[in-house]
């Protein structure tokens, strides 16, 4: 799911090519992108994008006489930019908002067709989306300590909970959390101040880090290869690897669609966290901390 950093990017690249222009059409390939009946999708034709917003996970394109078209892109949606009259393509193509100076094509290269496309009116319209998490990047230790206290959940539950923060998922908690060295399993409730104030620098030095570095490849060509495993991450996507500051293999816990990456050996004290698909089948076979793991991977 494109997060923050490539939310960002998407959003300077297209107000440097959008704003201002007139939206000239729509074409609709998909019914169920549409999630809202009034105002009518026809009603944004001709207006002019005033701006390109984020709101949470979302990229708004706000148009004149305020109105609001919202694309969420959930875990497989992408945007690209293809010349004028360009066409959604095949199976995975969604819409197309043609613009005099090119097409943004919306594409979710899914079976589950998941991304979603709202037409609201007005900022509370826009508001009402808002899933009410806090931009991470423009959010003090107290607010940030206050907002992951309110309720007892591990660490990597609450960076990614839309109602906590803003525009954080899978990839980037793990990342995170990697650099604040704790756990991912380690609840809430358990942080000293000490701890919470490590994660709230984390959360901030790797969200503007990568958030810098994708605008600036923004600036120069459309992020048209938005991807959760980025070269030059610590431990996302990186499963079986060594770890960058320490060397340890790097883990991960399996939970349906989502992977947890982590470090023992900067992140859990040696302890390898079980995986539960794994463990139920392991039971006490599942190796308990990094030794043990190395000792049997090296026997594999």
Not at 220 to 249: I, K, L, M, N, Y
């Amino acid at each position: 799911m494109p997060e923050l950093p490539d939310l960002e990017a998407y959003r300077a690249a297209l107000a440097a090519r959008v704003v201002w222009e007139p939206l000239a059409g729509v074409n609709l390939a998909s019914p169920f992108l549409l999630r809202t009946v009034e105002p009518p999708l026809s009603d944004a034709i001709g207006r002019r994008v005033v701006a390109v917003r984020r709101v949470g996970k979302r990229i708004v394109l706000s148009l004149d006489g305020d109105l609001h078209l919202a694309l969420h892109l959930m875990i497989a949606g992408r945007l690209r930019w293809k010349p004028p009259g360009a066409k959604p393509p095949g199976r995975v193509g969604l819409a197309a908002f043609a613009f005099d100076a090119g097409t943004l094509v919306l594409t979710e290269a899914s079976t589950k067709k998941r991304a979603a496309l709202h037409v609201v009116a007005g900022e509370a319209g826009l508001a009402a989306l808002d899933a009410g998490g806090l931009e991470p990047l423009a959010t003090g230790v107290d607010a940030f300590a206050a907002a992951l206290r309110r309720s007892r959940r591990t660490l990597k539950r609450a960076l990614t909970d839309p109602a906590t923060l803003a525009g954080v998922g899978n990839a980037y908690s793990d990342e995170i959390l990697h650099r604040a060295r704790l756990s991912p399993v380690a609840m809430t409730t358990s942080l000293d101040d000490a701890a919470t104030t490590r994660l709230h620098a984390a959360t901030q030095a790797v969200l503007r880090e990568w958030t810098d570095r994708l605008v600036a490849d923004a600036a120069t060509r459309f992020p048209e290869h938005v991807t959760a495993f980025r070269e030059g991450f610590a431990v996302h996507g990186r499963h079986g690897q060594p770890c960058p500051d320490c060397g340890a293999t790097v883990q991960r816990i399996v939970r349906g669609e989502h992977e947890t990456n982590y470090c023992p050996g900067c992140q859990t004290g040696g302890q390898v966290l079980a995986d539960r698909a794994l463990s139920r089948l392991l039971h006490a076979d599942w190796p308990k901390t990094l030794e043990e793991w190395e000792e049997r991977r090296g026997r594999g």
